[in-house]
């Protein structure tokens, strides 16, 4: 089992759904996830282990919408541990709610039902900070919030090279870097590799989501405040930047930031000090950027959408991702990887891959980028019924001719017409969905009827 990033996530919601989906989805951060509708029983579980993190829900009492008891059981986990991270969950909540959770001592806001990516996001940085707030940073493996990497950067194509001769020149300096590239090519890893190589190497990374921080707890999440800045602000907390100091600090999806809130951010790098809300004197900070967007180079040319002073200060180095699509020569070294390394993950013989299947592949177009085909080399390895994988063992779409409309329908209808299994049926029918509407999870729910909760359910009990 590969080493997980967190040790110890606690889910607190009275919705069994949530349980279950929050537990399947973070599992892959943490070596633990453990779920109660039970807030006392959180906080029972915190005397024998700290967390990194706590997903906690604002209401419990059935029809309650104020948020009231989420408060209460909030302030009593921070008196247990004033340093663990809580991302507060709720489906009655709005911006009077969010702003109420930040003043309170909660490290993030997280609306139900949520986006999987930002949820990830919100949780990695909040045990990120709960590592960074309990001092572990005296180490490399406790100061790197970020994942531990699953996956070196590979390839041998010349978009590749250019990729690692940049990090090799740019990696030991501390000059600011700007990746671009689409959802999916391996920005993070990039950023994890020149932290690696930089002088910082021993010091904390720290990432921050941009697209997942509201506009209105921008200076709150990013500059921190101090105890009295407002009403029942208790404790100092620190921001993001603070927290990122002697490191490197990882500003994921800058592309999203808005307009107005640019010149904030812009400010802290040029002066490199921080105001904490309701401080009356700057902090100073030490930090190395590292950015990324998929934002298209155009759009971040645009003075409407990116301000230029800005993009000058990130970009001393600029790296670009070249899609798998323009870099195929890659694709068989990734397969081989991946296929490995979840072969081991799952304590199964490493499977063959014959030449037509992997041909297949590597003419496969590959949406998703280097996380679509990690998703189908997984899937894959769980699936195969022998030793040899073939082409129906890889979630990728079966496209009939466009000639011949008639016999798409036919191919679609066939395998369940075929098979009057139930359980096989079933497994079908979730599997196409998934694939028609690239593993949203919402989206492939509503399709099939479902709640989101019971799909994950059936994901669960088909292994999918």
Not at 5 to 19: A, Q, R, T
Not at 397 to 426: F, G, K, T
Not at 436 to 449: D, Q, R, T
Request: with cysteine.
């Amino acid at each position: 089992m590969s080493e997980k990033p967190f040790d110890l996530c606690i889910v607190v919601d009275d919705d069994e759904d949530i349980l279950l989906a929050a537990r399947l989805l973070l599992r892959q951060l943490f070596a633990e996830v453990k779920v109660t509708p039970q807030p006392q029983q959180a906080i029972d579980w915190m005397a024998d282990a700290r967390p990194d993190a706590i997903l906690l829900d604002a209401n419990f009492a059935r029809g309650a919408t104020d948020s009231s008891e989420g408060f209460r059981w909030l302030g009593r986990i921070l008196e247990r541990d004033p340093h663990v991270s809580v991302v507060l969950i709720t489906a009655h909540g709005g911006v009077q709610v969010a702003v109420r959770a930040m003043k309170e001592g909660a490290t993030d806001f997280v609306s139900k039902p949520w986006a999987n990516e930002k949820l990830l996001s919100a949780v990695r940085s909040a045990a990120a900070l709960s590592r960074s707030r309990r001092g572990v940073v005296e180490t490399k493996s406790s100061m790197a919030p970020l994942a531990p990497s699953e996956t070196p950067l590979l390839g041998s194509s010349p978009a590749m090279a250019r990729v690692l001769s940049l990090i090799e020149k740019a990696g030991p300096t501390d000059a600011n870097v700007l990746i671009l590239g689409e959802n999916g090519t391996g920005k993070e890893l990039v950023a994890r590799e020149l932290h690696r190589h930089s002088r910082r190497s021993s010091r904390i990374m720290l990432s921050v989501d941009l697209g997942a921080v509201a506009e209105n707890l921008f200076d709150s999440e990013l500059f921190g405040h101090v105890k009295g800045a407002f009403t029942d602000a208790r404790a100092d907390r620190i921001g993001r930047l603070q927290a990122a100091d002697g490191g490197t600090l990882f500003l994921d999806e800058v592309g999203n930031l808005p307009l107005h809130l640019q010149p904030k951010l812009l400010t802290a790098l040029e002066q490199r000090k921080v105001t904490p809300v309701g401080a009356n004197a700057p902090v100073p900070i030490d930090v190395r950027v590292i950015s990324a967007t998929n934002l298209p180079p155009d759009q971040l040319g645009s003075e409407s959408r990116f301000r230029q002073d800005l993009l000058y200060r990130l970009n001393t180095v600029e790296i670009e991702l070249s899609p798998l699509r323009e870099r195929r020569e890659d694709v068989p070294m990734l397969l081989d990887h991946y296929l490995r390394q979840y072969a081991a993950r799952y304590d199964r013989p490493a499977p063959a891959l014959p030449d037509d299947v992997r041909d297949a592949l590597v003419a496969y177009d590959w949406p998703g980028n280097v996380r679509a085909l990690r998703h189908a080399a997984e899937r894959a390895i769980i699936l195969a019924d022998g030793a040899t994988l073939a082409l129906k063992d890889f979630p990728l779409p079966r496209a009939a001719p466009a000639s011949v409309p008639h016999v798409q329908a036919s191919a679609v209808a066939e395998p369940v017409a075929a098979d009057l299994n139930l359980d096989r049926a079933e497994r079908q029918l979730i599997e196409r969905a998934l694939q028609k509407h690239g593993y949203n999870i919402s989206n492939a729910a509503s399709e099939l009827g479902l709640t989101r909760g019971s799909l994950y359910r059936r994901m669960e009990k088909h292994g999918l």
